[in-house]
């Protein structure tokens, strides 16, 4: 890893030759620079904690004049209990995981001699963007190297201190090891990003990692595939069938257990039905944590008869704008769907139209119903009476993640390593040509072998 | 199908719609749908001959004027012996082919009575944009319906009476089919062209069939992804202990097979020991197939005292440039190979900083120079004594392509049906909460279950 001084030109250049030859490193060489790097941190702690301590005195400092908010402030600190030793456990978690990397996918006999393989491999060079985390080094140099890409990394401004200290150390451990050093490489000044975004011709997958305007405004300028998602609209459906208590349950988790996460819920659909059998145990249970509730016209009539005077005088109107805002916030956007026939295809028809294919769930106790559902919703994540929050690449039982996409090719919801692999297509032979095979001439065998 | 009359954006937004429901038809629906398109256009035979015809004469006035290829003349005409019916066999081919939808490729128990399952679905909606062949109508279509996405079609103008035809025929078909009309869609005029690649909101993927030129312009006017290939640079690597009969045979045909192809080799690579034992043969088999070769120094020295005078005489010089060049022709850029004790590596080098990453190959009889080079080249094919012109989707058992992919992402080599779809996770549960989980609450059980 370096700390970089040259020109983004000749860093993406750099880290494109030097991605030719980490592809090529065997699993062990791969794993032997993550235990270098986790033993070079942990060996560094106070010296990386100090440097720490700088970004957090200047953060507090812009904190207290209202230049940043509390939430990065504490998102900076890698002093809080753990935080450090976490990210020393998510290098050797990165270990432990299974190589992502020459995994057979497909072995085909094309004929006596003849040999098609499709092998998995890395994509190439990444480029990663992110934002106040400075422990997100440690962990993207870690899936970066055990996948076999090369990295290209560009911090936020309020963590300098922590990135320049903990890559110097990072760089210090891959010297000892096959790694090259041009294979990680740290970008610290804002100015780069754009140039960065030019270079298709070397990067080959940008993962931003950061707020809905950092993605999109990398979405927005770069012709390089961006893996990730700007927007995390995620809704509940709770049909006319739905229990109430597990609908209190599963709502008050996806809404109040990490509001400002990607996969809290922001917009509740709810079956004509359910407005009286339903939604009133949920509602009140998330007025008293403090969720602001926007009901359509007939749920807020509803609601109305059935709540405390208190809890009444909570309930905002909704605006046709509330089913297309990801609030990130204690806000829900309640709309009821008619009883129909087919109840089910109308809220269907509104995630499809409004949410941002995230991840959206159904709460109901019919399987026919359910299973409608998770056929025509076209998002990431398609739950049945499970929260939105379980959508996560730890969750999912993945290790890690790299963030959650919701582009429709390559990659999408959680994205783990296999994320950040392609393959390739080997053919062994013994000089055969195309012109010896078609009509009249040799047929193919096209054998499928085992894996 | 409908010859879409509408704005390109209300098409785009017509197709999105019912790209949701053909996403839930059953394979049985979706094949019917196939077997209704084969047999209608089996039927009206005759009338889209004469469409034809009327294209047909119009181009061969064009033809005349010169302002036509007769290559692409020839491409026009469905009438050719065999073509027709080949379309009509590609159909069923197509319907014949494993159901790409549906398959489930992960399943873990996360919890009791909690389940993931990721499962393979459609993309969604494709803009395929082609040039002259007016059968790639029918197949396109077919792709499109077997793989459950909605697509947008934009054929060339010199096929416009062939396609309005094949596009009525398709179109009263599938009248009588589950698949919804607005499913497939066709655009004659290119004035839409710019607009629909900027319609990111409601495509998902486009694919251009057609020459460079198209694909380049199309890759730096869209931001939605571009699956395929504006070049395909394709390089064979004479190793020092390559058998000469087996590579007269392999570059003869990887060369002069059907020299416009994109897996038609365009740089062969000499190591200085071939150049002797090997490339003499190489070069008096192709120089009588009339390919021009474009000689570094030392393999033009070295051919000229072995060639006849009147071989010698046809020898060129190659420039830089002509190893960064698709020739599409029979011309062929040699290049020497110092011998060293690594001069796979510099063969290696040179592949991945000029070739497409579309196939390359490499001719020795050592085992461990070829696991070398295909380790090390980063391209979508990479061969070992094998033709590159084997690199195609009927020749690798894929049943049918969509094109040729040299993107890092999503999909590499030849595409079949299976690059046409991505996955959803569809996650099961009785409530199941992510606050229930943690540190000091319940553990995930992340159990893989059988497939």
């Known amino acids: 890893m370096s700390l970089t001084e040259s020109s983004p030109l000749k860093a993406a250049e750099a880290a494109s030759i030097s991605s030719r030859s980490l592809a090529t490193l065997s699993v062990k060489a791969r794993n032997d620079a993550l235990t270098s ?3 070079a941190l942990s060996r560094e702690r106070d010296k990386i904690l100090q440097a720490n301590a700088l970004d957090l005195k200047a953060a507090s400092k812009a904190a207290q004049d209202g230049s940043l908010s509390q939430a990065v402030l504490k998102r900076l600190d890698l002093g809080r209990a753990g935080k450090y030793d976490d990210m020393l456990k998510g290098i050797l978690d990165v270990r432990e995981l299974e190589d992502p990397v020459g995994r057979i996918t497909l072995r085909t006999q094309l004929d006596d001699d003849l040999e098609l393989t499709r092998v998995t491999c890395p994509i190439g060079v990444l480029l990663i963007i992110f934002e106040a985390r400075p422990e997100v080094i440690a962990n993207i140099a870690s899936l970066a190297i055990k996948s076999g890409n090369a990295a290209i990394l560009k911090g936020g401004k309020e963590s300098t201190e922590s990135f320049h200290a903990i890559s110097s150390v990072i760089s210090e451990a891959l010297l000892h090891t096959k790694v090259p050093n041009a294979a990680i490489q740290l970008f610290e000044t804002r100015d780069v990003v754009n140039q960065l975004l030019s270079m298709d011709q070397y990067i080959d997958l940008v993962i931003p990692r950061g707020s809905n305007e950092l993605v999109r405004y990398i979405k927005d300028h770069t012709k390089i ?11 509940i459906y709770i049909h006319s069938d739905a229990d109430a208590d597990m609908a209190k349950k599963v709502i ?3 809404k109040c257990g990490y509001p400002a ?13 359910a407005l009286l059998s339903v939604l009133p145990t ?17 749920s807020k009539l509803i609601l ?3 709540l405390s005077p208190a809890s009444t005088a909570l309930l905002q109107s909704a605006t046709e704008a509330d089913y297309d805002t990801e609030f990130l916030d204690l806000v829900l956007a309640i709309k009821t769907i008619p009883a129909a026939p087919h109840s089910v295809d109308l809220a269907i028809a509104h995630i499809n139209a409004h949410s941002s294919h995230h991840t959206d ?9 359910a299973e409608a559902f998770m056929a025509g919703v076209d ?4 739950y049945w009476n499970a929260s939105t929050r379980i959508a996560d690449g730890m969750r999912y039982g993945f290790g890690t993640e790299v963030g959650i996409s919701t582009n429709k090719i390559h990659s999408r919801g959680p994205v783990g390593l296999e994320g950040l692999t392609i393959y390739k297509y080997l053919v062994k032979g013994k000089g055969q040509t195309a012109g010896e095979y078609g009509e009249g001439k040799k047929a193919w065998m096209h054998k499928q072998l085992p894996l």
Chains 1, 2 share one sequence.
Do not use: M, W, Y
């Not at 996460?261 to 039905?273: G, P």
């Not at 769930?361 to 119903?369: N, Q, Y």
């Not at 998002?379 to 398609?382: I, P, T």
């Open 37 to 39: 790097i986790h033993n």
């Open 225 to 235: 595939p961006v893996l990730g998602h700007a927007d995390g609209l995620c809704a």
């Open 252 to 254: 008050l988790d996806s």
């Open 261 to 273: 996460a990607c996969n809290a819920v922001e917009t509740l659909l709810v079956h004509d039905d």
């Open 282 to 298: 949920v509602a009140e249970a998330i007025l008293q944590q403090g969720v602001s509730l926007r009901c359509d016209e007939k």
């Open 304 to 306: 109305s008869t059935f």
């Open 361 to 369: 769930a159904i709460l109901t106790s019919s399987r026919d119903v």
């Open 379 to 382: 998002s990431a994540g398609v």
